[in-house]
């Protein structure tokens, strides 16, 4: 009888531990990014702003060299306020660049924020595209093979097709409208 308690309990916690599993599944964000045609349209647009900017900084730089090279050729003709205030213009338009630089290209600059606006609204639509697939299929768990070290996935745990056709079929709502 305490055989049969033991072998019985043993048999509950393994059942009970299977019934608790948890179901995994895996999407890549940058193939479902790939295939949505607006968001290429909002990468073409980022990337339009970024040679824009790079052009301009581009010519300031030029111009800093031009302005640079002359003062220094002309340095030693030059006397009191005209030195100063060449001297002025030079480090003025160096400020100038450094400033752009920073606030276009920087951390916080004007590129990282254009793109967090551009990008903002795909992935909340990915994001609601992956909470619908995890809840109809049960999964506990959905990691996105873009931002971790996935290194296999069986064909039947990637999810990236379906959450693809959600969003594809979003779109096309939208566009009938």
Do not use: H
């Amino acid at each position: 009888m305490k055989n049969f308690k033991t072998v019985f309990a043993i048999l509950f916690l393994i059942c009970f531990g299977v019934s608790n599993a948890q179901k995994v599944g895996v999407v890549d964000t940058d193939v479902i990014l790939e295939k949505l045609p607006q968001y290429k349209e909002a990468e073409a647009k980022l990337n339009s702003q970024i040679d824009t900017w790079q052009t301009d900084l581009q010519n300031l730089q030029a111009e800093y060299e031009k302005k640079r090279s002359a003062f220094e050729n002309e340095k030693v003709l030059l006397i009191g306020d005209q030195l100063k205030l060449r001297e002025k213009e030079v480090m003025d338009l160096d400020k100038n660049i450094k400033t752009t630089t920073s606030l276009r290209f920087g951390t916080n600059g004007e590129i990282t924020k254009l793109r967090a606006s551009l990008v903002q609204p795909f992935q909340d639509q990915i994001w609601t595209a992956m909470e619908t697939v995890r809840t109809k299929n049960g999964l506990g768990i959905l990691i996105d093979k873009a931002k971790n070290n996935v290194l296999f996935v069986e064909k039947r745990f990637d999810y990236t097709d379906k959450v693809l056709d959600i969003l594809l079929k979003r779109t096309g709502k939208e566009k009938k409208n």
